[in-house]
């Protein structure tokens, strides 16, 4: 079983990416399960095969420890972390192809306490990888860019695991924007080049500072354009995850 953990920062369609995939592995003759991870997700998209909602009540521990929602979210995945058993249970007996995981909003809440670690490394209970959600909303502008690969990679170094950044919501950017983007996921000199007709500034300099430092990542970590809603680009992710895998193209049955 292929554990796929969806991971990105607030918005970026971490849900509806995971509804999209299993409809389309689905169609595609490939068995899928889910796992929500969120235990504050109102409503998803898709119907979960395991829910953490079932193991921990959100809204009772904001009351009755009084704290906010993301103090609570952080005791929630606290006490997900300590019965992990009980999510390991649930998911030994699902014989299928992948099991995709759809992690809190709260990026950090997840990827940056040791709580995420020890789920992740339980869940993967043969091959993992991630997938890293790239919102083009907040990337497309070379300070932006930096940002968010700085993020893409400090997931990278937390999991230690293979890793798919997915560039998102392809139907409501401006395609020139994904094109830049694209780009330089693509070539750090062309990042460089776009970046230097800015002009100068400490922020600019900033921002070459820390995409070259992270550049090596585009060496190992594979990037794909997805349109969750119009289901575009999702042949293209699942060629980019059986590579991953090893996999070579893995002819659909």
């Known amino acids: 079983m292929r554990t796929l953990f969806v991971i990105g920062t607030a918005s970026s369609g971490k849900s509806t990416l995971t509804s999209a995939l299993v409809d389309w592995l689905r169609e ?5 399960a889910t796992v929500n991870l969120d235990p504050a997700a109102i409503t998803l998209p898709y119907e979960p095969d395991v829910d953490i909602r079932e193991m921990v009540d959100y809204e009772r521990i904001m009351a009755v420890r009084g704290v906010g929602p993301n103090s609570a979210l952080i005791y929630s995945v606290r006490e997900v972390a300590r019965n ?3 999510l390991v249970e649930e998911i030994k007996d699902l014989n299928v192809d992948y099991l995709i995981v759809d992690t809190p909003g709260q990026m950090e809440i997840f990827a940056f306490r040791k709580e995420g670690v020890v789920i992740t490394r339980a869940l993967t209970t043969e091959r993992g990888a991630i997938l890293y959600l790239l ?3 907040l990337s497309y502008t070379p300070r932006t860019f930096a940002s968010s690969m700085f993020l893409a990679a400090s997931v990278y170094l937390r999991f230690v695991m293979p ?7 392809t139907d409501v950017v401006p395609r020139k924007y994904l094109l830049r983007i694209s780009r330089w ?7 460089e080049i776009d970046l230097d ?20 990542i585009r060496a190992f970590v594979p990037h794909v354009l997805v349109s969750s809603k119009a289901m575009e680009g999702l ?7 059986t590579r991953t895998f090893g996999e070579g193209e893995d002819e659909l049955r």
């Open 84 to 86: 992990v058993d009980v």
């Open 197 to 216: 007709r800015r002009g100068g500034g400490v922020t600019l300099l900033m921002a070459k500072e820390v995409a070259k430092a992270v550049s090596e």
């Open 185 to 191: 996921l693509s070539s750090q000199e062309a990042y």
């Open 135 to 137: 919102d083009p909303i």
């Open 28 to 32: 595609n003759e490939q068995t899928v």
């Open 163 to 169: 890793m798919i950044i997915i560039v998102t919501k």
């Open 235 to 241: 042949s293209a992710l699942h060629m980019a995850i």
